[in-house]
Structure formats: structure tokens, C-alpha cells
């Protein structure tokens, strides 16, 4: 085993989505169905996995419903708008993409309500992992 420490990644999966809709556009299925964000939100992951080729990678998305943030913070999120309608059907497409690719015994599909902070994570970080 080598002397380096492990890199573990953790991907804002639903930050990815967005971008990955906004930045391109006007992208079909043969039924029509858009897909821009599928294959945005893929390209992205496969870049991250093959160029930084992270040890460990687990992709965060955001939990449904209101969070501990609202509680705390009324306006959290309040002049955000709906997502868009042509992007709500890619989800489940994004997510099972995710999933299969990481059948490996070792899958990670968590909220952004199970991570604390920054702080909580280096202070839990485990020996040889950066």
C-alpha cells in the first residue's frame, strides 16, 4: 500500500445538476425528453473520476422537504424559484445513472443534511485520508 493519503471527494450533486442544465442547452431524446442535465451531470462526474481519480468520490444532494436551515433561517432559500419543468424528469434518470456506476459494494447516496460542516469533517477525518 503506498505511503499516500487516500482523497476522499464529496461532489455537490445538486449543484452539478443545475449547472450541468444551464450550461447546456436544448439537448433531446428521440421522445423528446430533455436530457441536457443527464448528460451535463454524467460528463462532469466522469471528468472529476478520470482526471483527479479520487480514491473515494460520494455525491451530496440536496434532501427534500425543509431542513434544519429553515428552522433556523426563515428566509433560507426563500427568493429561490421552482425547478424547472423540463429538468424534474432527468432526476431520477441522474440518480439511477449514479447508483449503477457506483455498484461496486460500496455506494454512497447521501444528503446534504447528513454532513455537518467542513469543520466536523476534518476533525472526523481518518488517518491517511485528505
Not at 422537504?65 to 424528469?89: C, H, Q, W
Not at 459494494?105 to 481518518?126: A, E
Request: glycine fraction near 6%; proline fraction near 7%.
Amino acid at each position: 500500500m503506498s505511503n499516500q493519503p487516500q482523497r476522499l471527494f464529496l461532489i455537490d450533486g445538486s449543484s452539478y445538476i443545475y449547472r450541468a442544465y444551464y450550461a447546456i442547452r436544448h439537448l433531446s431524446n428521440s421522445q423528446g425528453m430533455a436530457t441536457n442535465a443527464i448528460y451535463g451531470f454524467t460528463n462532469m462526474l466522469l471528468k472529476v473520476m478520470r482526471e483527479l481519480q479520487p480514491d473515494q468520490l460520494a455525491v451530496i444532494f440536496d434532501s427534500k422537504g425543509p431542513t434544519f436551515r429553515k428552522e433556523i433561517y426563515p428566509e433560507y432559500k426563500a427568493n429561490r424559484s421552482a425547478m424547472p419543468e423540463d429538468l424534474v424528469p432527468q432526476i431520477p434518470y441522474i440518480n439511477g445513472w449514479w447508483m449503477l456506476s457506483t455498484c461496486r459494494g460500496s455506494s454512497w447516496l447521501v444528503t446534504k443534511q447528513m454532513i455537518l460542516s467542513p469543520r466536523s469533517l476534518k476533525s472526523s477525518q481518518p488517518k491517511g485520508w485528505r
